[in-house]
């Protein structure tokens, strides 16, 4: 450990002096301080958080990830051109120690950069959040700096694959189809069938019962918040379409009704339902009562979302820098193993070629085929 250590060190002293560790902080503090100031945000607490959290975070990541690879290239391709590695490789160190010893020594600075831009997001987060308005710093603090779980209702894939055999069975002892026709009618089976799981016609209604499972434990007293989608069979005039919502433990007493509400189609929609709405098996029962003169259709896989309280902001965030974190060690090992045996420029093209190729890999495949 103490060769990994020095070797570590070395890399340090390295980026100290190439100034690189002082440049790279300016930068990321202009760019945590500077971009909120540039970029006025519509005065909501998600406008908010999305110009402090997303940009500043977006803009850390793309530095920190050019500062990575240019160091990781960089500090063993030039210690292999300048011939330095050889006043290294003599002493009583094996190879992959000196190896091993960089990128912990790239890592360790990314984590010092990182744990730096990501105190100041908070600090900053958490001052500027003081001068929303009492509404918007609610909103902020139980809907937006939270880590929420999500629950859906349970999968019907099953059913709807053994509905689609039996009616496909007995349509094929009816008639006659070609094997090409008879993968053509499956489909179209399904599709019949799936339909009336998500359809919800004029003037009647749809219930989801969703399990919350083991986090029921800890959400008495915990307000709940519904997110919804939903397509229309038919346009409205005014672009939206009205339902009522119904929710709550059946035949008692725990039960919340909403005003008609008017949502608009193909988007998302988000609001809170009243705490203690669970019941004791820890499911919430939704009824939907469709109060238009035309069908609509809540898709099964995002339909109908129940989302609350999981943790607190400050561990979500220290997640998200956790993630940021682990592309950098990503990156560090790309970059040291061009460098090892390629050249300073031709390291660092491959390597931004080979992090390309790869972030891009789906939608070449999706051109190929």
Same mark, same amino acid.
Request: aromatic letters at 8%; one cysteine or more; charged letters at 20%.
């Given at each position: 450990?103490?060769?990994?250590?020095?070797?570590?060190?070395?890399?340090?002293?390295?980026?100290?002096?190439?100034?690189?560790?002082?440049?790279?902080?300016?930068?990321?503090?202009?760019?945590?301080?500077?971009?909120? /100031?540039?970029?006025?945000?519509?005065?909501?607490?998600?406008?908010?958080?999305?110009?402090?959290?997303?940009?500043?975070?977006?803009?850390?990541?793309?530095?920190? &990830?050019?500062?990575?690879?240019?160091?990781?290239?960089?500090?063993?391709?030039?210690? =292999?051109?300048?011939?330095?590695?050889?006043?290294?490789?003599?002493?009583?160190?094996?190879?992959?120690?000196?190896?091993?010893?960089?990128?912990?020594?790239?890592?360790?600075?990314?984590?010092?950069?990182?744990?730096?831009?990501?105190?100041?997001?908070?600090?900053?987060?958490?001052?500027?959040?003081?001068?929303?308005?009492?509404?918007?710093?609610?909103?902020?603090?139980?809907?937006?700096?939270?880590?929420?779980?999500?629950?859906?209702?349970?999968?019907?894939?099953?059913?709807?694959?053994?509905?689609?055999?039996?009616?496909?069975?007995?349509?094929?002892?009816?008639?006659?189809?070609?094997?090409?026709?008879?993968?053509?009618?499956?489909?179209? =089976?399904?599709?019949?069938?799936?339909?009336?799981?998500?359809?919800?016609?004029?003037?009647?209604?749809?219930?989801?019962? /969703?399990?919350?499972?083991?986090?029921?434990?800890?959400?008495?007293?915990?307000?709940?918040?519904?997110?919804?989608?939903?397509?229309?069979?038919?346009?409205?005039?005014?672009?939206?379409?009205?339902?009522?919502?119904?929710?709550?433990?059946?035949?008692?007493?725990?039960?919340?009704?909403?005003?008609?509400?008017?949502?608009?189609?193909?988007?998302?929609?988000?609001?809170?339902?009243?705490?203690?709405?669970?019941?004791?098996?820890?499911?919430?029962?939704?009824?939907?009562?469709?109060?238009?003169?035309?069908?609509?259709?809540?898709?099964?896989?995002?339909?109908?979302?129940?989302?609350?309280?999981?943790?607190?902001? &400050?561990?979500?965030?220290?997640?998200?820098?956790?993630?940021?974190?682990?592309?950098?060690?990503?990156?560090?090992?790309?970059?040291?193993?061009?460098?090892?045996?390629?050249?300073?420029?031709?390291?660092? #093209?491959?390597?931004?070629?080979? #992090?390309?190729?790869?972030?891009?890999?789906?939608?070449?495949?999706?051109?190929?085929?």
């Amino acid at each position: 450990m103490q060769r990994l250590l020095a070797i570590a060190w070395l890399t340090w002293k390295a980026a100290l002096r190439f100034r690189l560790f002082l440049v790279i902080t300016a930068l990321l503090l202009a760019a945590v301080v500077g971009l909120p /100031i540039l970029i006025k945000d519509d005065g909501t607490a998600r406008g908010f958080t999305q110009i402090l959290l997303a940009y500043t975070l977006s803009t850390i990541t793309a530095l920190l &990830g050019l500062s990575t690879l240019w160091l990781a290239c960089g500090t063993l391709a030039r210690d =292999i051109e300048e011939c330095q590695i050889q006043m290294v490789a003599v002493k009583p160190i094996a190879r992959w120690q000196i190896w091993l010893g960089k990128w912990l020594g790239i890592v360790s600075l990314n984590a010092a950069l990182l744990a730096i831009s990501g105190l100041s997001i908070f600090v900053l987060l958490q001052w500027r959040s003081t001068k929303l308005s009492p509404d918007e710093q609610r909103i902020l603090h139980n809907e937006v700096l939270i880590s929420r779980g999500s629950a859906k209702e349970a999968s019907v894939d099953a059913e709807i694959e053994s509905d689609t055999e039996r009616y496909l069975k007995e349509r094929l002892q009816r008639t006659q189809v070609t094997q090409l026709d008879v993968k053509l009618l499956r489909q179209q =089976i399904k599709e019949g069938i799936k339909a009336q799981y998500q359809l919800v016609p004029p003037g009647m209604s749809r219930r989801w019962q /969703i399990d919350l499972g083991l986090a029921k434990q800890f959400l008495k007293n915990e307000p709940l918040y519904l997110r919804v989608k939903f397509n229309a069979a038919e346009k409205s005039p005014s672009g939206t379409f009205t339902g009522l919502w119904r929710v709550g433990v059946p035949d008692s007493k725990r039960i919340w009704v909403s005003e008609p509400m008017s949502l608009a189609p193909d988007t998302f929609h988000e609001f809170a339902i009243p705490a203690n709405l669970i019941d004791d098996k820890g499911v919430v029962t939704i009824d939907f009562g469709n109060l238009n003169n035309t069908a609509l259709i809540f898709p099964l896989d995002e339909g109908m979302e129940v989302l609350y309280r999981e943790a607190g902001f &400050g561990l979500n965030f220290v997640r998200g820098l956790g993630i940021i974190f682990c592309w950098m060690a990503v990156l560090a090992t790309l970059g040291l193993a061009m460098a090892s045996f390629l050249s300073f420029p031709v390291a660092a #093209l491959a390597s931004l070629t080979a #992090l390309v190729m790869a972030l891009f890999s789906g939608t070449m495949a999706n051109a190929v085929a």
